[in-house]
């Protein structure tokens, strides 16, 4: 199966501080790919560096072409969105408003889009009035999801799509993650919660201080003995 993005040698700094070092990597067409690892490991800036919200060196191809160094709204259009860490939604507007944010890079109607999304999350259409910041943790992490969706993408990017979310609601997020990737949308995910990204993605990647330590299918690494440790406490 062809790589829908790969990564070649991505290198990228925060001032004088580099936290990528030769990051190589590639995301195969219609799977779920996982990135694991340590705070600070690079995991996030990975992710940043795939949609240019941070200055980075190395190569990155999308479907084939060559990622260049424009805005983060250039990458939105070649069909990826990111769902960044912390849900990123805009709190002073409606929920309404914040999905049709998520459309802003596309043309024409967005009506079917947003029937789909409530579909996946059917308490938006009832509260698609209120204001985004009054939703909860779990709901505001549901909006930015729906949001992404609206953009039509090839591609998702998830920074810890789980963060401060009860059992509950991280079961049902990764349920629909999986129940979009049947349909054919592939994932790129960063996920502290080892166990269920190693359940979820077909392939992982360890990252170590900003660069790749292991790598190889999910299957294989949740027996690898330092993924047994470090990662999934036995």
Do not use: C
Request: overall charge neutral.
């Amino acid at each position: 199966m062809a790589a829908l993005l790969e990564l070649d040698d991505v290198r990228a700094r925060y001032g004088p501080v580099q936290a990528l070092h030769g990051v190589s990597l590639s995301v195969d067409e219609g799977k779920i790919v996982a990135l694991l690892g340590a705070n600070g490991a690079g995991k996030t800036t990975t992710l940043r560096a795939i949609s240019n919200t941070v200055r980075r060196e190395g190569g990155i191809r999308f479907a084939g072409k060559a990622v260049g160094g424009g805005g983060p709204d250039d990458v939105a259009r070649l069909g990826i969105a990111h769902v960044p860490e912390g849900r990123g939604t805009f709190a002073e507007l409606t929920v309404w408003e914040n999905l049709r944010l998520g459309a802003y890079t596309r043309r024409g109607p967005i009506k079917d889009d947003f029937a789909r999304v409530t579909d996946y999350f059917p308490w938006i259409e009832e509260r698609k009035n209120q204001q985004a910041g009054t939703l909860s943790g779990g709901e505001q992490q549901m909006l930015a999801l729906a949001r992404a969706f609206m953009q039509r993408p090839r591609l998702l990017l998830l920074d810890e799509p789980s963060l401060g979310l009860a059992p509950r609601l991280v079961t049902e997020i990764f349920r629909i993650i999986k129940d979009l990737n049947e349909e054919g949308l592939t994932v790129l995910v960063v996920e502290q919660n080892a166990h269920i990204a190693l359940q979820l993605a077909q392939t992982a990647y360890v990252l170590e201080v900003g660069r790749v330590a292991l790598s190889g299918p999910s299957a294989e690494l949740q027996e690898h003995e330092s993924i047994r440790r470090s990662y999934l406490g036995y």
